[in-house]
């Protein structure tokens, strides 16, 4: 026999119903405390719940994936969607130095748009993941000269492989993502260099070349999966200040993504195929 069941037992002997009393408030006071913990512990539970960002709730707007989002407008349309309560798939070539991205707080992914590997690796990485919103961002000016006679044209590849062909590899691999998702949009960040009638001054024959290709495998593509309830666009970011022009431009990246988030987040079936400005103005082909 335990000491302190010793005690009780000789405590009871000799105080009979007292003894039983105290035991019985004891009991009713254990219970009591129980019940007022479980009630705070709902109500604390009910208030964190509340303040949770709306990124973490099991509702968010939906899923995007970016591409070349570490500078940019890229950089400016993860901010924007972040903002706006989706949940940001950022990616970059080299994650480690992504330092703006990094502040944002959003999910980053390794992915270079020209090696297969790498963007059949990320697609592996979201097996089984909705992505509600594809941005093919990722691009570059490339190779030019002012006369046609110095073009190097060994020298073209790159840009072609980065703009036109860099979308289509990860439009591919991520297909059954966005087959999976609810909004099944495909932005293409292409270009008013791109289109055949806007071309009133020549120049950037590799540039304008490679935005061309990817507005005829944005259609081609259009009419192969609006089938299946995708929605596929070329976009016109605008003159914008990035490293690509050496910061000229007419407007700052977060103007330009600003108006592509508007444009992209009202996608339906009926914009299939087409080609827009940021402010959702329809471009000449
Ligand atoms: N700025 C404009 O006025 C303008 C106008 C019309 C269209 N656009 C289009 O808008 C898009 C974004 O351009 P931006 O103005 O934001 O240019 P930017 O500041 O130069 O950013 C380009 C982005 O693309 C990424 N990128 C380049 N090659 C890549 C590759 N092989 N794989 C993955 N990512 C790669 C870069 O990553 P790294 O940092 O690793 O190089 C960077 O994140 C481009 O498609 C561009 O053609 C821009």
């Given at each position: ?11 009871k ?17 254990v ?9 705070t512990?709902?109500a604390l539970?009910i ?8 990124s ?16 940019g ?85 790159t840009v072609?492989?980065?703009n036109?062909?860099?979308p ?15 909004q ?20 950037c ?13 944005n ?30 431009g007419d ?11 508007d ?6 079936s009926e ?14 082909w």
């Amino acid at each position: 026999m335990s000491f302190l069941r010793f005690i009780l037992i000789t405590l009871k002997l000799a105080h009979g119903r007292t003894i039983g009393a105290f035991v019985a408030s004891v009991n009713t006071l254990v219970v009591s405390t129980l019940a007022l913990s479980t009630l705070t512990f709902s109500a604390l539970a009910i208030s964190t719940l509340a303040i949770i960002p709306s990124s973490f709730a099991a509702d968010t707007a939906g899923t995007v994936l970016i591409t070349g989002a570490n500078r940019g407008i890229g950089l400016a349309l993860a901010k924007q969607f972040h903002q706006s309560g989706y949940d940001v798939i950022a990616t970059a070539r080299k994650p480690a130095k992504a330092v703006d991205l990094k502040a944002l707080g959003v999910r980053i992914e390794q992915l270079d748009v020209t090696d297969s590997s790498s963007v059949n690796a990320l697609a592996k990485r979201l097996d089984g993941k909705a992505v509600d919103i594809l941005i093919n961002n990722a691009g570059i000016f490339g190779h030019n000269t002012n006369t046609f006679s110095d073009l190097d044209i060994d020298q073209l590849d790159t840009v072609y492989n980065v703009n036109s062909l860099g979308p289509l590899r990860v439009t591919q691999a991520l297909l059954p993502n966005l087959i999976k998702s609810k909004q099944k949009r495909v932005a293409n960040i292409s270009s008013m260099m791109g289109s055949m009638e806007l071309n009133t001054w020549g120049c950037c024959i590799g540039y304008r070349g490679s935005k061309a290709a990817l507005n005829s495998f944005n259609k081609t593509l259009s009419m192969e999966f609006g089938k299946q309830g995708l929605v596929f666009v070329v976009l016109h970011p605008g003159y914008v200040q990035t490293d690509i022009n050496k910061g000229k431009g007419d407007i700052t990246a977060s103007e330009s993504a600003s108006g592509l988030f508007d444009v992209i987040s009202k996608l339906d079936s009926e914009d299939n195929g087409k080609f827009y400005d940021f402010n959702g103005k329809s471009m000449p082909w």
